[in-house]
């Protein structure tokens, strides 16, 4: 199975940014729709934004003009720019892999993200 392994998370202060990318294992990358998730302690897992082969985006009215979701189809990631953080955005981020014609879905490891002063 076609593994997704998420870094680059960490911890900051408010205002503050972070890039967490995640890699797939193997180069089918361009059949995959992909998304960022996040789970806060107690909370249910929702979405932050999402990421088509073609580039179209979709973000969650929380992080829209701070949070930005690019995918390189050639090197096999996509990544989430986060600025203007706030400890609201403190989560577990996930990578959500869903294959465009069999919607099989994978899921990455998470990379915890905490935003604080």
């Known amino acids: 199975q076609v593994q997704f392994v998420e870094s680059g998370g960490g911890l900051v202060q408010p205002g503050g940014s972070l890039r967490p990318s995640c890699a797939a294992s193997?180069?089918?990358?361009?059949?995959?729709?992909m998304g960022w998730y996040r789970q806060a302690p107690g909370k249910e897992r929702e979405l932050v934004a999402t990421?088509?082969?073609?580039?179209?985006?979709d973000y969650v009215d929380s992080v829209k003009g701070r949070f930005t979701i690019s995918r390189d189809n050639a090197k096999n990631t996509v990544s989430l720019q986060m600025n203007s953080l706030k400890p609201e955005d403190t989560a577990v981020y996930y990578c959500?892999?869903?294959?465009?014609?069999?919607?099989?879905?994978?899921w990455g490891q998470g990379t915890q993200v905490t935003v604080s002063s």
């Open positions: 990421t088509t082969t073609g580039q179209s985006t």
């Open positions: 193997e180069s089918v990358f361009w059949m995959y729709t």
């Open positions: 959500r892999a869903e294959h465009m014609t069999t919607r099989a879905v994978n």
